[in-house]
């Protein structure tokens, strides 16, 4: 049943009158996590915020059968069920939400500024982007992957291929690597990998968090290889705030008259899904206004929403008005990794039915599902929120499929090149000797026979990267919801 805005005033009223009384220039009260008292229930303005955006937005509504339209006899039943999970997160995770391998990614945060923050690049660290993997029954090695440049990484020598397993003199294992690398600051310990045995050398770096707002264009350069112009862009993030900053990249590419491109995303998670149409818009150019993707809702938006608003289109201009540089490419190659996923897999899988794309590297995440951050607001965006709390959700709203109709599972898209990293010998980004992108040379300059050979260290078994605590890890969002869309859900929630 659907909320009934009066009878939860009144019934939020009520129970604000029974339990208290204030002055009337008194400020509201901010609503306390958990409750003590039996009967009490201080979390039902979330809840029911929670309960009403998962109803009408969740793009798995149907599969939660407690969000149907009549499944509740009254508004008192709904409540007293709201009522009975212990917080707003047990609600979303164990109420609310399908759970994984369906949906691996909606989320609750109950500070929206924490997840603002990370949506503009903004980050508390120490510069070091490493990957993690477990050696023996328990240890864990840590690799760096990139220095953000001017970090105190970078400051105190930090370079990709720095290895390393203890911080504060303390080895890291499967169970405490969280809350080592967690840590405000701390010293590690450099290690070497000699005949196979991994130990430590008398090198130790003082790393410190600042917060950073890094560009997620970490390299732009061309390579020449056997006469061909080979333009090369490392992309870690699908940032909006950055989207100038890779339009002037793919600008300098044009002005070099670059004749084949390599696309770097085996380190993007993914971002904003404006901003991947955008990008796959500079890669082409010869495509604009034809369809890049599309998209399922739940069925009801999905009934409610004209054929037009379900689609996303290769475009002109970027969301700040500027022309995009366009390349009116036919062929691109892209680099992605068992740590690609969405907005990633969204280029790859939204450009291939328009031109060729040579994917080179291993299989990718499998993220296929878009999400909206929904706010307690009246029509759930970020003005006039709700001033009792900061809690938001960002739960997956719809689909996507390429043009073709084709959509990439939940094993990732297939490398038509396979070849991975040699995670103890990373040679710098960017050098025609690198390993992916070598790998990528090798097919453009017809010399197959160059690919470098796929080789799986059987020492060592991926379990983690840095970000992977963050909340928007591995999520592909869109920035605003359609107005028709809000305007929809907003009828729809009275």
């Known amino acids: 049943m659907k909320i009934n ?3 939860l005033l009144l019934f939020l009223a009520t129970g604000v009158l029974s339990s208290c009384s204030k002055d009337d220039n008194d400020e509201r009260f901010p609503v306390e996590p958990g409750g003590d008292k039996p009967g009490e229930t201080p979390n039902l303005e979330i809840e029911n915020y929670l309960y009403d955006a998962m109803s009408i937005y969740y793009v798995y509504e149907a599969d939660v059968p407690e969000l149907g339209e009549n499944y509740f006899d009254s508004e008192a039943d709904k409540n007293e069920w709201l009522a009975s999970f212990d917080s707003p997160e047990d609600l979303f995770n164990n109420g609310l939400k399908v759970p994984a391998p369906k949906d691996r990614f909606s ?26 993997v477990r050696f023996g029954s328990n240890g864990v090695l840590a690799y760096v992957r990139y220095v953000i440049p001017n970090s105190p990484a970078d400051e105190a020598g930090v370079t990709r291929g720095t290895l390393f397993t203890d911080i504060d003199g303390e080895s890291m294992t499967l169970d405490n690597y969280q809350s080592l690398l967690g840590r405000d600051g701390y010293e590690i310990t450099v290690a070497e990998i000699n ?5 430590n050398t008398d090198e130790t770096i003082a790393l410190n968090r600042i917060e950073i707002t890094e560009n997620p264009v970490l390299l732009s350069k061309v390579v020449e290889v056997d006469g061909i112009s080979v333009g090369y862009i490392m992309y870690n993030s699908f940032t909006a705030d950055f ?20 696309l770097d995303l085996r380190y993007n998670g993914g971002g904003s899904v404006e901003s991947a149409v955008d990008l ?4 082409t150019g010869q495509f604009e206004g034809e369809i890049f993707s599309k998209q399922s809702w739940n069925n009801f938006l999905q009934s409610q929403l004209s054929e037009d608003r379900l689609v996303d289109r290769f475009n002109d201009k970027i969301r700040t008005g500027d022309m995009i540089n366009s390349l009116n490419l036919s062929k691109v190659y892209i680099i992605g990794t068992a740590s690609t996923a969405s907005a990633s897999e969204l280029v790859i899988n939204g450009l291939a039915p328009y031109i060729e794309v040579v994917h080179v590297g291993s299989n990718t995440v499998g993220k296929f599902q878009a999400a909206a951050p929904l706010y307690d607001s009246p029509d759930w965006d970020r003005q006039n929120r709700n001033p ?8 997956l709203i719809y689909e996507s499929v390429n043009a073709n109709e084709d959509a990439y ?8 090149i396979e070849t991975e990293e040699d995670i103890t010998n990373l040679i710098e980004l960017g050098t025609p000797v690198e390993t992916l992108l070598a790998a990528a040379l090798a097919d453009i300059t017809g010399n197959r026979m160059a690919i470098p050979a796929t080789s799986y260290d059987s020492r060592f078994t991926k379990i983690g990267e840095r970000g992977e605590t963050d909340v928007d890890y591995q999520r592909m969002y869109i920035d605003e919801i359609p107005e028709e869309i809000r305007k929809k859900a907003a009828e729809f929630k009275q």
Do not use: R
């Not at 989320?107 to 993690?132: H, K, S, W």
């Not at 796959?280 to 890669?283: A, E, G, L, Q």
């Not at 009792?388 to 739960?395: A, F, W």
């Not at 599972?409 to 038509?416: F, Q, R, V």
């Open 107 to 132: 989320f609750i945060i109950d500070d929206y500024t924490i997840l603002e923050n990370n949506q503009a690049g903004i980050q508390t660290t120490t510069g070091m982007d490493y990957g993690l």
């Open 280 to 283: 796959s818009s500079m890669i």
């Open 5 to 7: 805005k009066l009878i």
């Open 195 to 199: 005949d196979n045995i991994i130990s």
């Open 388 to 395: 009792n709390h900061k809690y938001v959700i960002q739960p």
């Open 409 to 416: 599972s939940e094993e990732g898209l297939i490398p038509d």
């Open 243 to 262: 989207d100038d900053e890779l339009n002037a990249a793919f600008g300098d590419l044009k002005a070099e008259g670059i004749d084949e491109l390599v």
